[in-house]
Every structure is written in C-alpha cells, then in structure tokens.
C-alpha cells in the first residue's frame, strides 16, 4: 500500500531532550564534544550534533539531532564519505538526509575526516578517524555570520562547497592511506559521487531519491529485530514538502479505521521492559514528521492521519495508551513493577504526545 502526503513545516513541542552540555567555542574540539553539546561564545549560541557516518542506520544520528531541537539555532556535522578501508564498509551521503535535515531548520555542516588509526587485528581497514576540526570551526564561524535560514545555507553548501569538498575526501584518505599502509575502496566511486555535482545538484537528488525508493521497497518487506508487530502492514509513504521535493520513508504498520489513517513506528524490546532512550528517540523523529502532514491520502482518498508511537516489550504485561485515567496508568505501573526511571520516562513520553498531537501505545508481547 502507498501513502502520499505533503509537509508545510514543523510546529512540534520538544520534551525529551537531554540537558546539553555546554562547551566554550574557543575549546571547541568536533572530535572530542558530545554527540550533542550546546556551543557558547560572546556571540554564538549554538546546539551541535555529529553523524558518525553520512548512514542514517548507523549509531543512532536522529537521536543526536532530536537532543538539539528545542534549540533555536541547530547544526549537525555529517561526513560526506566514510570509507572504513578495503575491508571495510563505504557510505556516501544521501540528498534526502540533507531534506531531513532542512525540513527540521537544522543547518548542516558537511565535513572530511582527515586523521584515523589503523585497526589493530584486521588488515587493510581504519578506525578512530577524526575530522578536520579546524575546518568545521571555520563553518560554526560561518554559520554564526549567516542570516538566511537552514534550507538556503543548506542548499548553497550542497551547490557550491560539496564538489570542492569530496575533492579533499579523496587528498584525505589518500594520505591516511600512505601513512597507515592501508587500501581503500577504488576512488572511481568517490568520483562517481562527485560526477553527480557537475551541473548543479538535480542528478545528486535524482539518484539520491532513486536509491531511497529502491531501499523503501526492500524496507516494506522486512521486519527488522527491533519492529515486532501485531501485523504485517508496512506501508510506503512519500512525502512531498513545499518546494516539491520528496521523501521516502516506511511505515513499519498501518491500520485504517474508517477515515482515520494510524501511522505506526514500532520500537520492541527483547531483554528490557522498554525499548532503549536512542530507540525512542529515533522513533519521535518520525513521529514529527508525521504530526505535521496534510491531505493525507491513498489512491487519492484523503484520510485523517493518527501519529502512533508503539513501544512493545517480551517483559511487559497488558497493554497501555494514553486515553488511560491516571488510575488504570498506575495499574500499568504497578502490575509490571517498573522503576521511578521507567515511570518518568512514560510520563515525558505521555507529555510529549498530547503536546503534539500522537498516540503513544506501550504494551507486551
């Protein structure tokens, strides 16, 4: 089944923040802050986060950008390649990351590493790789002086710095390479990506958006590990923003009721009563997406989209949703004897959801 929806922007209440550290910018160190850090000086006032890979599936990186939001002013720091060695992986950025990202009035610092180690059992493979911190300075500094939102700087790095910048991807790894005696994946498919860049960005998005969809329809056939579900409806779900460009996502269920369209992100434990902070926090990204869609439809038959977010557990008992009284809530407490953190964790989860608008549904499996 696919779904179409457009998006006009984000109106969504942040409640499950981190309490961010706060690092003075003249000690800043990209390779060495937080995963999510607030940055201070007599002038700025940012909340930064950094990607670890320009993956999306790797360590969690919207969990990163999600402890940034309630921050007026938002960066991330995403590597444009990360090449792990001959044997090891290889992942490019992808256009729709930088949408995401626009979409969520984060600005975007593309960056290299330029430092690494080499890893101590296997051959012809890196790890520890740092960035180039003096140039991801240089772009705090920049951002610090730029006056137009995060879609247009986003857009102008990603028409006029990316080529030059994946130029310098190739210089970097060449030389780690050299100095480290390591191999690397063939250069022709750093070259390739950059091919993409050499009349404007329209081929980077067009093959970008072509590989999103090619992944959406593998998605919509697979259950992962973490998604146990009471059924098997996956969904696609294409959504178009304000400047017509799209995205493809998947819904790990759906289930219609009439004209009420339940958009559901499932998040499961195995082991635990709840399902981890990073995935929750993963799953609310969605569930921001998905709060703020309109003329929602199916084979052009608008329904009204319900946001759900479903944590499922093998340990828990009975089921929970936010219509509960606060009696039958501290039932739910009580029959799966969850501690003072787990009950907190659900009352924020419960806050947030009435703020925005979703449902949130806990129960066992």
């Not at 690494?116 to 911190?133: V, Y």
């Not at 098997?232 to 369209?261: C, F, H, M, R, V």
């Not at 329904?303 to 936010?322: E, M, N, Q, V, W």
Request: proline share 2%.
């Amino acid at each position: 089944m696919n779904i179409f929806a457009e998006i006009e922007g984000i109106d969504y209440k942040i409640k499950l923040s981190n309490d961010l550290k706060e690092v003075e910018f003249r000690d800043f160190n990209i390779n060495t802050m937080p995963a999510s850090c607030l940055v201070k000086s007599r002038h700025y006032h940012f909340a930064i986060s950094k990607w670890v890979s320009p993956k999306r599936t790797r360590s969690y990186p919207f969990e990163r950008v999600y402890n940034t939001l309630s921050i007026s002013k938002k960066i991330t720091v995403i590597p444009v390649v990360k090449d792990e060695g001959e044997k090891g992986d290889r992942d490019f950025l992808q256009w729709d990351t930088v949408s995401l990202m626009s979409l969520l009035d984060v600005y975007v610092i593309f960056a290299y590493y330029n430092k690494a180690e080499k890893h101590k059992t296997r051959k012809d493979k890196i790890t520890n790789q740092e960035f180039d911190n003096e140039y991801v300075i240089s772009k705090i500094d920049e951002i610090g002086n730029y006056h137009s939102s995060a879609l247009h700087w986003n857009l102008k790095e990603t028409k006029d710095t990316l080529p030059n910048l994946i130029e310098s991807v190739k210089t970097c790894y060449f030389e780690i390479g050299n100095q480290l005696d390591v191999k690397f994946h063939t250069q022709s498919g750093i070259d390739r990506f950059k091919k993409q860049f050499e009349n404007g960005v329209k081929i980077f998005m067009e093959t970008s958006r072509e590989k999103a969809k090619q992944a959406q329809h593998r998605e919509q056939s697979t259950v992962q590990p973490k998604e146990i579900l009471q059924t098997a409806t996956k969904s696609t779900i294409t959504i178009k923003n304000y400047l017509g460009g799209l995205y493809y996502l998947t819904t790990d269920e759906i289930q219609i009721k009439g004209d009420n369209l339940y958009l559901i992100e499932g998040k499961h434990s195995k082991n635990a009563k709840l399902p981890s902070i990073s995935d929750i926090k993963d799953g609310l990204v969605k569930m921001i997406l998905y709060t703020n869609l309109i003329n929602v439809s199916i084979n052009n038959k608008i329904f009204k989209a319900i946001p759900t977010l479903k944590l499922t557990s093998s340990k828990l008992t009975d089921k929970f949703d936010t219509s509960f009284s606060e009696t039958e809530t501290n039932n739910f407490f009580a029959i799966n004897q969850l501690n003072s953190k787990q009950i907190q964790l659900i009352n924020n989860l419960v806050s947030e959801s009435r703020a925005n608008g979703f449902e949130l549904i806990i129960q066992g499996l």
